[in-house]
């Protein structure tokens, strides 16, 4: 396994220097970070004053080099006459033309530099190296060519380039097969120089790393127990190098696609530069899920420089409360409860919501159109109401959707084209790999999606041509356990793991609509704190229904009551169509497999009724799981 790299773009063709360079620091070894994008604060900027390049064209961490930076020069000494003026400033004449400029002396950049670093990991206790690499000149070539050589022979010499900590064609071509020798080697040759401890090179790494890299979902114990969380090398694909057409990428559960969205946004701010901030709004279907993107998102930023600039331009909102605000800022309310009438049942206040956004949307169609990205999560669940929402505050078309057929829990329908949304049927390529989910439980998860011939048709279609993939490395089965009173079983299961290691914040219970009372209630009886829904502040038990799981995860999800789903075998609906009645009770197993798929460690299933369809099922294939893992 090779470097992690760590760039949003590629670098350009005329940067041969660059590339070389790169192309010899891409053989270093996992445990190297090699950087050509930095997160940089104020106190570093201040340092690098004066300097006409704020930062050096690479930065490498690891624990044997600390922290390293590489200036890297490309000079023509066969065009250009080079000749030092003092130690901050060359002159550059061109030999044929007799034009002459000033550029700074990489050695004074380098300083700048390792200064500037200094500051960016203080307090850290990780050693600071700043060398000048000529990946297209020799060392004997410079010695020859340049005008006043005699500077650089003089005891002061190593204020205008310090020869022995720099870096030429010849060291790197010797030193090709193995890189980390030659930067180690340049490193610990300092007199002062000092290992760095690998948790000093982690913390180093949180601290540069820029946010968009980040994997921002995972809770306080991952923190405590997993080394730095990055996006994957496909994630990087694609939030940094998609065409601007392929903006609609369906994958799988706990694919990633959440966080690319996410670092999609982020990587929109830093693009503006030093320019005017876009204004990108990061949307779903539900408060759940938007509170959902906005934990991740607090993660992704939490110790950035650029915080304050990414809270202002990215607004993270649901559909329904944007329709809120719409209807507020009309009626010149501050609180859409306002609103509200008196004991109206939550359908009819939406049925009215939808109806007045609707009318003031079609008399005032360019009033909201506040947005120049939008970015959609969760799009299989959208209907084509909330997407002429969205439209209508986005004023430059700029789209970007992400979704997963097999989450799909509601009878919606969209027409993407009808509604005049460009994607240019440039699905982006998938991964097929659910890292959230550990893998055995993933696999019960797919197999069980999968085995509905409507549901694999259904993915067929949308382009799902590989076998699903289980990168998670934890081999935890889930446990699917009779109980003839699972709601006390889940009471007690929850009691057990909280008299553990597992604090509320780790615990999801997932149950049906017909039982959140009573499990409730049983919670309740044995001291737990929950509440319904995802919990923004307080630390409990989140307990929903499965409508109401999506964009949840946690170390420990307990799920119950999936004998209520609808299945075509019950009374219910016995007088529908045959079709209906399959599309009915795939909509039901996609809630039972997006509960599934939300553990990240434990899956507890209770079920009272053996022969249920959906039961027997997972039962089966759990079965077959269990006994494969005791063979192998």
């Given at each position: 396994?090779?470097?992690?790299?760590?760039?949003?773009?590629?670098?350009?063709?005329?940067?041969r220097?660059?590339?070389?360079?790169?192309?010899?620091l891409?053989?270093?070894?996992?445990?190297?970070?090699?950087?050509?994008?930095?997160?940089?604060?104020?106190?570093?900027?201040?340092?690098?004053?004066?300097?006409?390049?704020?930062k050096?064209?690479?930065?490498?961490?690891?624990?044997e080099?600390?922290?390293?930076?590489?200036?890297?020069?490309?000079?023509?000494l066969?065009?250009?006459?080079?000749?030092?003026?003092?130690q901050?400033?060359?002159?550059?004449?061109?030999?044929?033309?007799?034009?002459?400029?000033?550029?700074?002396?990489?050695?004074?950049?380098?300083?700048?530099?390792l200064?500037?670093?200094?500051?960016l990991?203080?307090?850290?206790?990780?050693?600071?190296?700043?060398?000048?690499?000529?990946?297209?000149?020799?060392?004997s070539?410079?010695m020859?060519?340049l005008?006043?050589?005699?500077?650089?022979?003089?005891?002061?010499?190593?204020?205008?380039?310090?020869?022995?900590?720099?870096?030429?064609?010849?060291?790197?071509?010797?030193?090709?097969?193995r890189?980390?020798?030659?930067?180690?080697?340049?490193?610990?040759?300092?007199?002062?120089?000092?290992?760095?401890?690998?948790?000093?090179?982690?913390?180093?790494?949180?601290?540069i790393?820029?946010?968009?890299?980040r994997?921002?979902?995972?809770?306080?114990?991952?923190?405590?127990?997993?080394?730095?969380?990055?996006?994957?090398?496909?994630?990087?694909?694609?939030?940094?190098?998609?065409h601007?057409?392929?903006?609609?990428?369906?994958?799988?559960?706990?694919?990633?696609?959440?966080?690319?969205?996410?670092?999609?946004?982020?990587?929109?701010?830093?693009?503006?530069?030093?320019?005017a901030?876009?204004?990108?709004?990061l949307?779903?279907?539900s408060?759940?899920?938007?509170?959902?993107?906005?934990?991740?998102?607090?993660?992704?930023?939490?110790?950035?420089?650029?915080?304050?600039?990414?809270?202002?331009?990215?607004?993270?909102?649901c559909?329904?409360?944007?329709?809120?605000?719409?209807v507020?800022?009309?009626?010149?309310?501050?609180?859409?409860?306002?609103?509200?009438?008196p004991?109206?049942?939550?359908?009819a206040?939406?049925?009215?919501?939808r109806?007045?956004v609707?009318?003031?949307?079609?008399?005032?169609?360019?009033?909201f159109?506040?947005?120049?990205?939008?970015?959609?999560?969760e799009?299989?669940?959208f209907?084509?109401?909330?997407?002429?929402?969205?439209?209508?505050?986005?004023?430059?078309?700029?789209?970007f959707?992400?979704?997963?057929?097999?989450?799909?829990i509601?009878?919606?329908?969209?027409?993407?084209?009808?509604?005049?949304?460009?994607?240019?049927?440039?699905?982006?390529?998938?991964?097929?790999?659910?890292?959230?989910?550990?893998?055995?439980?993933?696999?019960?998860?797919t197999?069980?999606?999968?085995g509905?011939?409507?549901?694999?048709?259904?993915?067929?279609?949308?382009?799902?041509?590989?076998?699903?993939?289980?990168?998670?490395?934890l081999?935890?089965m889930?446990?699917?356990?009779?109980?003839?009173?699972?709601?006390?079983?889940?009471?007690?299961?929850?009691?057990?793991?909280?008299?553990?290691t597992?604090?509320?914040?780790?615990?999801?219970?997932?149950?049906?609509?017909?039982?959140?009372?009573?499990?409730?209630?049983?919670?309740?009886?044995?001291?737990?704190?929950?509440?319904?829904?995802?919990?923004?502040?307080?630390?409990?038990?989140?307990?929903v229904?499965?409508?109401?799981?999506?964009?949840?995860?946690?170390e420990?999800?307990l799920?119950?009551?999936?004998?209520?789903?609808?299945?075509?075998?019950?009374p219910?609906?016995?007088f529908?169509?045959?079709?209906?009645?399959?599309?009915?009770?795939?909509?039901?197993?996609?809630?039972?497999?997006?509960?599934?798929?939300?553990?990240?460690?434990?899956?507890?299933?209770?079920?009272?009724?053996?022969?249920n369809?959906?039961?027997?099922?997972?039962?089966?294939?759990?079965?077959?799981?269990?006994?494969?893992?005791?063979?192998?």
């Open positions: 396994m090779k470097c992690q790299l760590i760039q949003t773009t590629k670098i350009a063709d005329k940067n220097a660059e590339q070389e360079m790169l192309a010899f891409r053989n270093l070894p996992a445990e190297y970070f090699v950087y050509r994008e930095l997160k940089l604060t104020a106190a570093y900027r201040e340092r690098v004053k004066g300097i006409e390049k704020k050096p064209d690479f930065v490498v961490v690891s624990p080099t600390g922290l390293l930076s590489i200036e890297v020069k490309d000079w023509n066969t065009h250009n006459v080079y000749e030092w003026q003092d901050y400033r060359i002159r550059v004449t061109d030999r044929s033309a007799g034009h002459v400029r000033e550029i700074d002396n990489p050695t004074a950049q380098v300083e700048a530099y200064y500037a670093f200094m500051e990991v203080r307090g850290l206790r990780v050693f600071v190296t700043s060398i000048v690499a000529f990946p297209r000149v020799s060392r070539d410079l020859n060519r005008e006043n050589i005699e500077v650089l022979r003089n005891p002061q010499s190593r204020f205008y380039l310090d020869l022995d900590r720099t870096l030429f064609k010849e060291d790197l071509d010797r030193y090709v097969a890189p980390e020798a030659l930067l180690v080697k340049v490193v610990q040759d300092h007199p002062k120089f000092q290992r760095s401890s690998p948790q000093q090179v982690e913390r180093a790494n949180r601290r790393l820029p946010s968009s890299f994997i921002g979902d995972y809770t306080e114990r991952q923190k405590n127990q997993n080394r730095l969380k990055m996006i994957t090398e496909q994630q990087r694909r694609w939030i940094f190098g998609l601007p057409q392929q903006n609609y990428l369906l994958d799988v559960a706990g694919s990633g696609k959440t966080n690319v969205l996410i670092s999609k946004a982020i990587h929109a701010v830093d693009m503006a530069g030093d320019g901030l876009p204004r990108i709004l949307t779903t279907y408060p759940n899920l938007e509170t959902n993107i906005r934990r991740i998102f607090q993660h992704k930023i939490a110790d950035s420089p650029d915080r304050a600039r990414y809270q202002e331009a990215i607004t993270i909102q559909v329904p409360a944007l329709m809120g605000q719409i507020a800022a009309v009626l010149g309310i501050d609180d859409i409860d306002q609103y509200r009438s004991g109206e049942s939550p359908d206040y939406e049925t009215r919501l109806q007045d609707e009318d003031i949307l079609r008399s005032e169609p360019e009033r159109r506040r947005f120049d990205h939008v970015f959609i999560d799009v299989q669940d209907d084509n109401f909330y997407l002429l929402v969205v439209d209508h505050l986005c004023r430059s078309k700029s789209f959707f992400v979704g997963d057929i097999g989450q799909k509601y009878e919606r329908r969209h027409d993407l084209e009808r509604l005049g949304f460009v994607t240019g049927k440039a699905e982006v390529e998938k991964s097929y790999k659910m890292f959230r989910t550990p893998r055995y439980i993933a696999e019960l998860a197999r069980f999606i999968l509905d011939p409507l549901a694999r048709s259904e993915f067929a279609e949308l382009g799902y041509t590989e076998s699903f993939k289980y990168p998670n490395k081999k935890n889930a446990e699917v356990l009779h109980a003839d009173h699972p709601a006390q079983e889940v009471a007690d299961r929850v009691r057990a793991f909280l008299d553990t597992y604090s509320e914040a780790d615990i999801l219970v997932i149950t049906s609509a017909e039982r959140l009372q009573q499990v409730e209630d049983a919670l309740g009886a044995q001291g737990v704190r929950c509440v319904l829904g995802e919990p923004e502040h307080a630390t409990a038990v989140s307990l229904d499965f409508m109401g799981v999506k964009g949840l995860e946690k420990i999800v799920v119950t009551g999936i004998e209520d789903l609808y299945d075509r075998s019950k219910l609906g016995m529908e169509d045959e079709d209906t009645r399959y599309q009915r009770e795939l909509l039901s197993r996609r809630k039972a497999y997006v509960a599934l798929t939300r553990p990240l460690e434990q899956l507890i299933i209770y079920y009272q009724d053996p022969n369809r959906f039961v027997s099922e997972l039962l089966d294939i759990n079965h077959e799981i269990l006994n494969r893992r005791q063979v192998g």
